[in-house]
């Protein structure tokens, strides 16, 4: 199905701006609340509770006033009673008055408290148990000071007595004397005590043949020059307890080696060269002249290291029914050398910018059926590309039937011209890539799909019913265009 060409062109007409509208200032309206509760008692010696609200609004100089009374009264509804006072004009007032004087602040002197307590336990001359409590208070504050004496007796079975003693103030003076520092007093070293312990646990067989552990400890002190030297040995036997013997021995001296060694010579590393190991793994499945399915696996391994490489060859051959047969080549050392020549960089292209293309895709599903009743699908999809200013169309119909395989045609229509909006895009300009690193650029471009379904419902004596819906699909593509040594690609995302 050829549809014939249209044309089409960009509106690019532009209308005035419109006139400036400035916005008036808007007055702020006030509201002020005022809620009175007042709980009463009736004639009848009932509760009775009475609000008040009065709602003051001020607005552009001019006020509204608004009194409500409800009464709440057990059993009754509330009765609720509305003034509102005409609308009167208010003067704001916007007298100033003087600042006050700045008054100074006076320096606040701090009050010391110091407080002690003593506790004594005694013993009444009956037996009793007395405890004592004593508390001194002392204030001292603008070189006065008041001392207070409390003193509490607690005895078993008696409340507490406590008697407070209250001194007249007294003047005080602060000692501003000072002492000379005390000498400076050297700390001696102390030497730092050395403990070792060995234990050794052994066990035996006595001659009646019953089994026996000894325990043999061994302690070494070691501090100024001096060490002391202990031996525990405990024998422990079944049904018997343990014996444990110790052995002091006197007091020795004993010198510490102090003697030093001359240094190692510096041994300087050499550098270690890597190993580069390569493997090669082949697997080839074949048939047998006996039509067996058999694997052969082939496998090369290269080390190479110091300039030298050994090559080996392993061949594993796997038949059903059979161990696997492996042979093992190794060929002898070889020398390599690396090719460390370098080639001129190419010469740098200037990418060109890529247009970009736009697609459209229009999608018909209809359901028929056909004379002898089988329900038949037909899908129309109709595909429009326009890049570089020409369209291309390509339609294509696939018919679907139950039991037949679908039949799809496939119509492409010739390129034709059609208007193009040149408003020249930033994005689209050219950037130079990297001579050195030989960097790939690429433009991402975007565009989108506009799918229209239809689908027609039609059977034998009913009326078509048609269902349409619109699917939005946004397609991303990116064109990579490189040096002259690499292919130009393009990768398109759904």
């Known amino acids: 199905i050829e549809k014939p060409v249209e044309e089409y062109t960009v509106d690019e007409t532009t209308e005035p701006l419109p006139d400036v509208e400035y916005a008036e200032p808007v007055e702020k309206e006030e509201i002020r609340e005022e809620v009175t509760v007042t709980h009463e008692t009736t004639d009848t010696g009932k509760p009775r509770k009475v609000v008040k609200k009065k709602i003051v609004r001020r607005k552009g100089g001019k006020q509204h006033v608004t009194e409500e009374r409800t009464v709440e009264e057990d059993g009754k ?3 609720t009673t509305v003034i509102e006072q005409p609308v009167e004009e208010c003067a704001v007032d916007v007298t100033t008055e003087l600042l006050p004087d700045v008054e100074y602040a006076e320096s606040v002197e701090k009050e010391e408290i110091r407080e002690e307590v003593t506790v004594t336990h005694e013993t009444t001359a009956i037996g009793q148990p007395l405890k004592v409590v004593k508390k001194k208070i002392v204030r001292k504050k603008g070189g006065i000071q008041h001392v207070t004496e ?3 007796v607690e005895e078993d079975g008696k409340a507490p007595l406590t008697t407070v003693i209250e001194k007249p103030v007294e003047e005080y003076t602060v000692d501003g004397t000072t002492e000379p520092l005390p000498d400076v007093e050297y700390a001696e070293p102390l030497e730092n005590e050395e403990i070792r312990e060995e234990v050794t646990v052994t066990h035996e067989t006595t001659a ?3 089994p026996r552990k000894v325990v043999q400890e061994k302690i070494i002190r070691r501090k100024g020059g001096k060490q002391h030297m202990t031996e525990e040995r405990t024998v422990e036997e079944d049904g018997k307890a343990p014996v444990t013997t110790v052995i002091e021995q006197p007091v020795e001296e004993y010198t510490v080696n102090e003697t030093t060694e001359p240094l190692p010579d510096v041994e300087y590393a050499k550098p270690v060269e890597k190993e580069e190991v390569r ?9 047998t002249a006996t039509g067996q399915p058999r694997k052969v696996v082939k496998k090369k391994i290269i080390p190479r290291k110091d300039g030298q490489q050994r090559m080996t060859e392993e061949q594993t051959v796997e038949e059903d029914g059979k161990a696997p047969v492996t042979t093992v080549t190794e060929q002898p050392v070889e020398e390599f050398t690396v090719d460390e020549t370098t080639e001129p960089l190419p010469d740098v292209e200037y990418a060109k910018p890529v247009e970009k293309e736009e697609v459209r895709e229009q999608l018909t599903v209809t359901h028929e059926t056909t004379a002898t009743g089988q329900p038949r699908k037909v899908v129309k999809k109709k595909i429009i590309r326009r890049k570089d200013g020409k369209p291309h169309v390509t339609e294509e119909q696939t018919v679907e039937e139950d039991g037949k395989a679908p039949v799809t045609t496939v119509v492409k229509k010739p390129v034709e011209e059609f208007a193009v909006d040149e408003i020249s895009e930033i994005s689209q300009s050219t950037e130079l890539g990297d ?3 030989q ?5 991402p471009h975007e565009f ?3 799918i229209h379904i239809e689908e027609t419902l039609s059977e034998t004596g009913v009326l078509p019913q048609t269902q349409h819906s619109n699917v939005q699909i946004t397609h991303n593509i990116q064109k990579s265009v490189k040096t002259p040594e690499t292919q130009d690609s393009t990768s398109i995302s759904e």
Request: net charge negative; aromatic share 0%; proline share 3%.
């Open 448 to 450: 989108e799909t506009s």
């Open 77 to 79: 509804a509330p009765v």
């Open 150 to 152: 409390e003193q509490t």
């Open 279 to 287: 493997e090669q793994l082949t697997v080839t499945h074949e048939t």
């Open 435 to 437: 001579v050195n690193s």
């Open 208 to 210: 009646t043949e019953q």
């Open 439 to 443: 960097a790939m650029h690429r433009e």
